[in-house]
């Protein structure tokens, strides 16, 4: 039987290590293990393998021939790896070295980490069998929201059919099919991948929870529980299910899947392999290295995020080099580094079938009008076009209501009843969206009794827990265009001793300005959610001094807040006994 799947630490290095490591090629040893490893710099990443020749297991050293200084030479045989790419040179065409995955701890040092098992849908191997037409039928629904039909079973993939993601940030881009209700109330089971709204869209679920509160919901068992607001959402569902990694989840005698974790965020994101009469369908939803860059090739059916632009940075960041010119440039060169890995991801794990999904939204609110207008995304059709050319892959480019017949699909990919297309007329793009109902909920944090006492800042970042870093943030509430709004806070925030002087302090130090738009900001503190709403969300404008990525203090925020919220009960209590709060300006923002 299989076991879950668990993470080693294979070496540590400490922050002065990861500070001299050089570009290219460095060696490692663990002296405790006498194991020994490689490690590949290069400006946009770092990657990991144990040093053993994959032929016969000897060792590797410096590969003096390689002017480049990329690749490697094994003592035993010769044998040449590219540690830039994982792939042997010489032979040519001969193997992939596993990669490790790599992360970064609390204080900037390295750890490198292998899974065990790596292939977990190795075990208990099934062979395919032949498909019925008709029998395994996957239809797109919106964004990363897939409707499958498996034999007789329903399984539904992220389901975010209404409302916004990210606070108010994000929209959906495709307008759902008309019985979008009723395809989730039918299903058999859900899978959730992580916590992001664009995922786990509350709105969606208690509409779903509305008819069917016991609908068997699965997430994976990672370090922030996919559920972790629940309670506080007012969503009422009974049948959530946590699963391990890596062990097959039967269903029924043709039907099983399994959740896999993330090498770059493994606290929170998750992918998945469904398998139906031994055919596996891949869903890497937005992992940034799913599994650790280990996964199955040669699936029948492969889809993944595509898109980009999933960030805040670099389009609400402002000063120094963040010009409108060095946005653009910036913007158009990781789009393109993302099409290039998506197409290379493909080709080298060559499912039969590739689907990318999972970038659909749009920044439709009229207050987002520079965001919509300069976070560019990559065109499905461009990456299916660059796929095409290099492998024989086919793609399938998605519209709500689409249906991919799989049995007739592998069979004969050019059979016109493999790819079942809306029906002539039907709306595929949103044009409308019901921005108040949610725009209202947002607003209705402005005026809590919460912020008439000053003291809420200390009560909040206190609670938040992030202290001891040398950085000072200053936080200034907003309107609509992040001008300052009239009666609002705007106060310093000293992490190193978690205070909150008047003025910044006399000794060297970071500094951050954070605007943030004050109907997003209450929400998020009144109801104790991560950044990720306001940050994803574009509802920020940032400006830092020197221009450094503090990841311990974004991480923080965005990811390791407290599982429970603040006690704004007891916090409201100890000020009516402490006297009357200061003045505020209580007016709400415009709904449009």
Known sequence: HSTEQTTEILLCLSPVEVANLKEGINFFRNKSTGKDYILYKSKSRLRACKNVCKHQGGLFIKDIEDLAGRSVRCTKHNWKLDVSTMKYINPPESFCQDELVVEMDENNGLLLLELNPPNPWDSEPRSPEELDFGEVQITYLTHACMDLKLGDKRMVFDPWLIGPAFARGWWLLHEPPSD????????????????????????????????????????????????????????????????????????????????????????????????????????????TRPNGGRLPTKVALMMSDFAGGASGFPMTFSGGKFTEEWKAQFIKTERKKLLNYKAQLVKNLQPRIYCPFAGYFVESHPSDKYIKETNTKNDPKELNNLIKKNSDVITWTPRPGATLDLGRMLKDPTDSKGIIEPPEGTKIYKDSWDFEPYLEILNAAVGDEIFLHSSWIKEYFTWAGFKDYNLVVRMIETDEDFNPFPGGYDYLVDFLDLSFPKERPQREHPYEEIRTRVDVIRHVVKNGLLWDELYIGFQTRLQRDPDIYHHLFWNHFQIKLPLTPPNWRSFLTCCEQNGPGISQVRNILPTK
């Open 180 to 287: 979008w209700l009723e395809r989730l109330c039918q299903a058999d089971l859900i899978y959730i991948s992580h916590l992001h709204s664009d995922h786990l869209s509350y709105p969606t679920l208690k509409k779903l929870a509305g008819r069917r509160p016991d609908i068997p919901i699965y997430v994976g068992n990672t370090e922030r529980p996919v559920f972790w607001n629940l309670n506080q959402s007012g969503v009422q569902l009974t049948n959530i299910n946590v699963v391990p990694f890596g062990i097959w989840q039967q269903v029924d005698k043709n039907l099983r899947f399994m959740i896999l974790m993330d090498g770059v965020h493994p606290e929170m994101d998750t992918c998945i392999i469904v398998e139906y009469k031994g055919h596996k369908i891949l869903n890497t939803v937005d992992c």
